[in-house]
């Protein structure tokens, strides 16, 4: 059953220059239970496709397309109506949980104010519901009373990952959840992430530039450059078998067994100013395989399989 539909989404920032097109014309469904990865390098436009399902932009808006959750339409919505499915119906892990936890307020107190604002629970339940949901994140109930620095790095990221799931959300959008952490503790986390979103079935957006991340972690994954979707697949078959230029490059730059980054090999470059990005494909001046036709023609998105689709030019004409 699809949870989520986003037909030809469209964000733009304003700047004194003109529009960023930092999403532009991004189109996908979700399942309900589905883990859903969004990859590609950093400014690709994946945080502003997950901050324009919350309706979370600042300094831009969504100026095109159409969205839907359970079939409700989110961007129709007013601001009030939206408030109320904000964190009950979808709700958001961000990168940094120092920055989205509330320094001078306790872990707990924070999970029950989120509760109480939209439920009409007791305070009493509330505060079992909140010690349930840290004994889920595997953090022991009694460190309900600490405050967000008296935890370390995994259990912040943990108690954040407590406080998407309070309201018992459909989806949750997860950007970059562990990004800041070390590789142990990421590990740990993602681990913890996906088997309770496994045993909730809720469906999640996890968002990471980091695609073997996303290879622990989903059951499909979206690859995303300069603002469009370049491959979309199932883990497995896009794994096995990438056909997008991009993607292949991004398989090849998995970090080596020390962890450290490698380079993307084989393409030279990083991703364009959104301001103005190159004309067809929008890879081509990166893409060791372009062609006349990638500078003059936009790739369209064509479906390989039942679940495996790409927009690449190569494909398109049978490489
Ligand atoms: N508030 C903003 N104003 C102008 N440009 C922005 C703003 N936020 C992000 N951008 C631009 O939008 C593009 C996509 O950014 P982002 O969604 O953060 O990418 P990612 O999450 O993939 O790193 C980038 O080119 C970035 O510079
Ligand atoms: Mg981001």
């Not at 919350?54 to 129709?76: S, T, Y």
């Not at 979103?197 to 989903?218: E, F, M, N, P």
Request: net charge negative; glycine share 8%; proline share 6%.
């Amino acid at each position: 059953m699809t949870l989520l539909s986003v037909e030809n989404l469209k964000t733009y920032y304003s700047t004194s220059s003109g529009f960023v097109k930092a999403v532009d014309g991004v189109s996908f469904n979700l399942e309900k239970g589905e883990s859903l990865g969004l990859a590609g390098e950093s400014g690709c436009g994946k945080s502003t496709l997950g901050f324009s399902l919350m309706r979370l932009i600042k300094g831009g808006e969504v100026v095109g397309g159409d969205i839907k959750l359970n079939g409700m339409p989110l961007l129709e919505m007013s601001d009030r109506e939206f408030n109320r499915i904000r964190w009950e119906k979808i709700s958001l892990i961000s990168q940094a949980a120092m920055g989205a936890l509330n320094p001078v307020y306790r872990i707990g107190t924070q999970i029950v104010e989120a509760i109480k604002v939209h439920t009409k629970t007791k305070k009493s339940e509330a505060w079992e519901r909140a010690e349930d949901l840290l004994r889920q994140v595997e953090i022991d109930p009694s460190r309900a009373f600490n405050y967000p620095h008296e935890l370390s790095g995994g259990m912040r990221q943990r108690a954040m990952i407590a406080m998407a799931l309070a309201l018992d959300p459909d989806l949750i959008i997860a950007d970059e959840p562990t990004t800041a952490l070390d590789v142990v503790t990421q590990v740990q986390v993602l681990k913890l992430l996906r088997a309770l979103q496994r045993k909730l079935d809720v469906s999640i957006i996890l968002i990471s530039h980091d695609l073997s991340i996303l290879g622990q972690a989903c059951d499909r994954v979206i690859i995303m450059y300069a603002g469009k979707i370049a491959e979309i697949g199932n883990v497995e078959v896009l794994f096995k078998n990438p056909l997008h230029p991009y993607t292949q490059a991004l398989l090849d730059s998995f970090p080596d067994i020390k962890g450290d980054k490698k380079p993307l090999t084989g393409l030279p470059g990083s991703p364009p100013d959104l301001l103005d990005p190159p004309s067809g494909c929008r890879l081509h001046p990166r893409c060791p395989e372009a062609r006349n036709i990638c500078q003059e023609t936009e790739p369209q998105i064509i479906d390989v399989s039942s679940n495996h689709s790409v927009a690449c030019h190569m494909v398109d004409q049978g490489g």
